[in-house]
């Protein structure tokens, strides 16, 4: 869960709703994207998008696209009938045909306008769970929109991370962090201006989540970068041996859910 500061001087305070940092991360996300280092260019989108497969003739839904351009891609290797949402509005200019954008809360995903009555093939949160308020509610309406052979692709930051952070920051083990209940706020690595504030989670509590939707774990990664990438980028790849990435699933619902 992530809460926003909007005075990085002051003492954190969580805010109500966890999606109100991205309203402004929005654009300075996808800038640290199209940098030639981003993790996300290295590790991220390749490992999701191979664990995608083909998506010709298929429809796809992006929970939290940020600007669509992930999306575009995938329209233009054929996916049809495919719609981004996000709460920031910051879209593509101009989208590809077969690429319909919508500005909406991935928190009530059930009641996005343009989106009742629709099913697709797969379904993505790629980074943007952890801003759900309810995160189990949110998979439940995604799991609803589900075609019966679809799936959804789930990514989340290793919590391993934030442990090995609030480690350091507080003196203490990583074991203690690891499982902390406390929340815990840091300065936007996209936005030094902006203060977040996240509940901490273990890689159980995500398990559980997915469980309580209804949801079964098909196939989970933990993507690393490639040879070439480590020779060319050793900064990314010291980063990675100490915070380890991201983990990636597959899931599908549970029979008799």
Same mark, same amino acid.
């Given at each position: ?19 109100r940092?991205?309203?402004q ?5 996808e800038?640290?994207?199209?940098k030639?280092?981003?993790?996300d260019r ?19 839904l ?8 992930k ?41 996005v ?12 949160f790629l ?18 929109m ?6 959804i ?10 442990a ?35 509940r ?34 050793? @900064? ?6 100490? @915070? ?7 899931l599908r619902?549970?029979?008799? @859910?």
């Amino acid at each position: 869960m992530v809460c926003l500061v909007a005075n990085s001087e002051e003492s954190p305070t969580p805010a109500a709703d966890p999606s109100r940092p991205w309203l402004q991360l929005a654009p300075d996300y996808e800038r640290a994207r199209a940098k030639e280092d981003s993790l996300d260019r290295l590790v991220e989108w390749p490992a999701q998008r191979e664990l995608l497969g083909d998506v010709a003739g298929r429809s796809v839904l992006d929970v939290g696209c940020g600007n669509g351009g992930k999306l575009a891609e995938l329209v233009r290797d054929g996916a049809t009938a495919s719609v981004g949402v996000d709460i920031s509005g910051n879209f593509l200019s101009a989208p590809p045909p077969g690429l319909e954008l919508i500005q909406g809360d991935l928190s009530e995903l059930d009641s996005v306008p343009g989106l009742a009555g629709r099913t697709f093939d797969r379904i993505l949160f790629l980074q943007s769970f952890g801003y759900a308020k309810d995160p189990v509610r949110t998979l439940q309406a995604a799991r609803a929109m589900l075609t019966d052979d679809g799936f959804i692709l789930l990514t989340r930051t290793q919590p391993i991370r934030y442990a090995v952070e609030r480690s350091e920051r507080n003196g203490t083990s990583l074991g203690e962090e690891y499982f902390s209940t406390d929340e815990f706020s840091y300065r936007s690595g996209w936005n030094d201006d902006i203060i977040l504030t996240k509940r901490a989670y273990t890689i159980s509590d995500l398990i559980n989540e997915f469980s309580a939707a209804g949801l079964w774990i098909e196939t989970a990664l933990e993507p690393q970068l490639p040879a070439e990438a480590r020779r060319r980028y050793p @900064h990314k790849q010291e980063w990675m041996n100490k @915070h380890l990435g991201i983990l990636i699933f597959k899931l599908r619902p549970r029979p008799g @859910h």
